[in-house]
């Protein structure tokens, strides 16, 4: 997934989860950006997807879930 190129550009990401995948949506304030991906349903790979944004108070995660997604929760 590409970062933002415009320091002041809010990134929205939806993550819709399953068992063991998660398909991961962003979309910038430049259409350029809109993207997905697919990660691991796992903390660690949850943490390192995360770090590559410099400012978290620029990226709003949204998650969309339910109780048959997942085995134990990973929050």
């Not at 933002?4 to 398909?23: C, H, L, P, R, W």
């Amino acid at each position: 997934m590409k970062k933002s190129t415009a320091k002041n550009e809010k990134v929205y990401i939806g993550f819709d989860i399953s068992q063991k995948k998660i398909a991961v949506y962003a979309v910038c304030g430049d259409a350029s950006c809109k993207n997905e991906v697919m990660i691991a349903n796992d903390r660690n790979e949850i943490s390192r997807f995360l770090s590559q944004f410099d400012d978290p108070s620029k990226v709003c995660v949204v998650m969309e879930t339910g109780t048959h997604n997942v085995d134990e929760p990973v929050y």
